[in-house]
């Protein structure tokens, strides 16, 4: 089990910096998710970008942060966030995001800290790190500058989920753009990401040597599918992700299908009612308001009874490791005239891979064969490999720095950069100095 050992695990170098920018991954350097990012300069600024988790069993966690006093936090996904209260309980540290990112992050901390309890992994962080990190936001608009030290800072819109940022930073040498996890395509719910002119540009490079599907043609085989299955008489249970894929389904299965009957279950019906708090953040949010008006919300048991005799279900683990999800999987799986259908990617060792790839799942801890027809559709939030490359030439940076990406997907988008700008491929743990 990758245990995490405060005071004993911390890789930062404690030689100063000379010039330029010193990065130093803690982690989702040569990985997806499990980001966290230290930036220090000559001046001595020094703040660390993202504090996440990887949700895999056992948990992993980025190596320990040297002391800070501020931190930016990109969006709310718990590969992001995950290690926040940790900070706030040992550091004391300010964390900077938007507005909708902290008011969501206190649901993805206490559900961190519930699926840890149940599944009996120990959690480096407790309820009281927890309700001290709800104390130590410091939230701004997109495009508000603010300081940091020497430095000046301001979000932009990252894209991939409402709320979700990327953060410019002027230092008295250079400007560095961090895109945290970001798609510069219109999704349902928000409007893309914008190129900004800096000189280094650190991006993700999860779908690096991948592209997308065609979005609308993607959402309308979707569609399709889900009334295809609804004409024979059978339910669609659509598990999906609590922030931001539950609220894209649901806008697309309204715009397209609003004569269908779909309830809607799980974390993600919370969520939104922060994201109706908080229009500001949404694309087009009467249509959000709208279909959150049409969409039969679960509040009872009575309620989950009722929906096994409705046309769609969207609800929670996208995965399929747990929530509702299984309680209605339980259920359905003994009509054929049901079905299943994925929406995103499905992680190694979680249910939903386990079910494309054998057929069966775990459901209350027992491995229980699924006869349903499966399918998998690719409504991801996050930019494909041509999108990445025009968003780095837009931007027009002398360096490109790949992480949030295995080592293919990092190569891959890194072999259309060879000159200018000059691509990197930092290692978590091994510093790296720009200039
Ligand atoms: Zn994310």
């Not at 790190?129 to 301001?154: C, K, M, P, S, Y």
């Not at 295995?406 to 000059?422: H, L, N, S």
């Amino acid at each position: 089990m990758v245990l995490y050992s405060p005071g004993r695990t911390t890789s930062y170098p404690d030689h100063p910096v000379k010039e330029g920018i010193r990065l130093h991954f803690l982690g989702g350097g040569n990985e997806v998710g499990n980001v966290g990012c230290v930036l220090e300069d000559k001046t001595g600024t020094r703040l660390l970008i993202d504090y996440g988790l990887a949700p895999t069993r056992p948990p992993k966690y980025p190596s320990e942060c040297p002391p800070i006093d501020h931190a930016i936090i990109t969006h709310s996904h718990i590969d992001h966030i995950g290690m926040a209260p940790w900070l706030v309980g040992h550091h004391q540290t300010t964390l900077h995001g938007t507005e909708l990112t902290a008011a969501v992050s206190e649901m993805m901390w206490r559900d961190t800290y519930k699926v840890s309890n149940i599944e009996g992994y120990p959690l480096p962080w407790d309820l009281r790190d927890l309700d001290v990190a709800l104390d130590a936001w410091q939230t701004h608009n997109f495009g508000e500058w603010f300081d940091i030290g020497e430095w000046r800072l301001r979000f932009h819109r990252a894209g991939h989920i409402p709320g979700a940022a990327m953060i410019e930073i002027e230092t008295p040498e250079l400007r560095l753009l961090w895109g945290g996890d970001m798609d510069t395509r219109n999704s349902p719910n928000v409007g893309g990401a914008k190129p900004v002119s800096c000189d280094i540009l650190c991006i993700e490079s999860t779908y690096g040597g991948r592209e997308h599907p065609n979005r609308v043609e993607e959402e309308a085989r979707f569609v399709a599918r889900v009334k295809e299955i609804v004409s024979r008489g059978g339910v669609a249970l659509v598990p999906a992700f609590a922030s931001g894929r539950c609220q894209d389904i649901l806008r697309i299965l309204h715009d397209a299908a609003p004569h269908l009957e779909v309830h809607f279950d799980g974390m993600g019906t919370r969520i939104t009612q922060h994201w109706m708090n908080n229009p500001q953040y949404i694309h087009e949010p009467n249509g959000l308001e709208k279909m959150w008006r049409w969409a039969r919300k679960i509040r009872s048991k009575s309620d989950r009874k009722k929906a096994l005799n409705s046309d769609v279900i969207v609800t929670t683990s996208g995965m399929l490791d747990g929530g509702p999800a299984i309680w209605y999987l339980n259920r359905l799986r003994h009509d054929p005239a049901n079905a299943i259908l994925l929406t995103g990617y499905q992680a190694e060792g979680s249910g939903g891979r386990s079910l494309l790839d054998n057929r069966k799942l775990p459901i209350f801890g027992n491995i229980t064969p699924i006869e349903l027809d499966v399918d998998q559709f690719q409504l991801s939030n996050h930019a494909g490999h041509s999108e990445l490359e025009s968003y780095v030439r837009a931007c027009g940076p002398r360096h490109v720095v790949f992480f949030h990406g295995d080592v293919e997907a990092r190569q891959a988008i890194g072999a259309e950069f060879t000159q200018e700008p000059k691509p990197s491929f930092p290692l978590n743990g091994t510093p790296l100095e720009l200039k």
